[in-house]
């Protein structure tokens, strides 16, 4: 069976272009690299050409999320796979393609309307090795891990896990988590070592993302991220605590969109059978609210 390896790149709408190429290099880490589009800017996270497309625009949400398969063959087995489950998509031009720097990709939407682009081949620029935007002790966790993971809106939980089924993901609910208007049971899904690449269902404020998490190396480069981010005085939705499912050390701050950043360290490798949780194992208190995270972890 066909499935997706790894959420590959992003695309992401913001109204505050010069805010993000600050708040990416100096809190974050990641390379601004700008190829005087007018419209764009791109985030770079190791050796590939992006692995974010920063749109400029007004909805200051998540634009659309890349998930790759391995090659073109593949690529046409998810067509089938689309058409025998009657999903609805349209493939990308030679124009699009070269727009996305991938060799090909197919363009549809998820069940909460959220678009998906699946794609195989992205550009690999080796002779453009990973600047980082500040210091940093070590590197993000990449390969063949995807980018991070995105936590998306879900408008129904069981549509949403069928599709990401569809696509290949596997994963289940893995926390029953106490919120001021009661238990909610978010599930996480995986297509590769990365212990999540998607997660949904907690409620959403109307967009799209929730949250994106990047992982680092180094725990260093977490404390130095945590460090600017408390500096600048952004709101930190929760604090640094570690995961019960992932096991990773993280922490939410606010950024220049609205939505969150959860930036991490230690993250361990997915599992093939499924477990729950109540609480986090330490940490994650809550403190900014009503900023899209206010869950009991
Ligand atoms: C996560 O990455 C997360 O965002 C939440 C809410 C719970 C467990 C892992
Ligand atoms: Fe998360």
Redesign the pocket.
């Known amino acids: 069976m066909v499935a997706v390896t790894e959420l590959g790149y992003v695309g992401l709408t913001v109204s505050d272009p010069d805010a993000w190429k600050k708040y990416a290099s100096e809190c974050i880490g990641l390379e601004v690299y700008d190829e005087n589009e007018p419209d764009r800017f791109y985030l770079r996270m190791d050796n590939w050409h992006h692995r974010f497309v920063m749109h400029t625009g007004a909805s200051d949400d998540l634009a659309y999320m890349g998930w790759r398969v391995a090659g073109e063959p593949e690529l046409h087995e998810m067509e089938a796979l689309l058409r025998e489950n009657g999903v609805e998509y349209s493939v990308g031009t030679i124009e699009e393609n070269e727009e996305r720097r991938v060799l090909g990709h197919l363009k549809l939407n998820d069940p909460a309307g959220t678009p998906i682009e699946i794609f195989y081949g992205p550009r690999v620029d080796l002779h453009l090795p990973f600047h980082p935007g500040r210091r940093m002790h070590g590197r993000f966790v990449t390969n063949n891990a995807g980018l991070g993971?995105c936590?998306i809106a879900s408008t129904d939980l069981a549509a949403s896990y069928e599709f990401y089924r569809m696509l290949g993901l596997s994963g289940s609910i893995?926390?029953h988590l106490g919120t001021p208007n009661g238990v909610i049971k978010?599930i996480?899904m995986h297509c590769n070592d990365r212990q999540?690449s998607i997660?949904f269902g907690?409620p959403s404020d109307g967009k799209m993302l929730n949250?994106m998490?990047l992982e680092y190396t180094h725990l260093d480069d977490l404390g130095a991220s945590h460090d600017v981010v408390r500096k600048r005085e952004i709101p930190v939705a929760l604090q640094l605590g570690k995961?019960?499912?992932?096991k990773?050390l993280?922490f939410y701050s606010q950024t220049p969109s609205g939505w969150l950043m959860?930036l991490g360290w230690g993250g361990c490798k997915s599992e093939p059978q499924q477990s729950y949780h109540h609480l986090?194992v330490f940490g994650h208190g809550p403190e900014a609210t009503g900023v899209g995270?206010d869950?009991e972890?």
């Open positions: 993971h936590l893995e926390y978010p996480f999540h997660a907690v949250h998490m995961h019960a499912n992932d990773a993280t959860e986090d995270l869950v972890l």
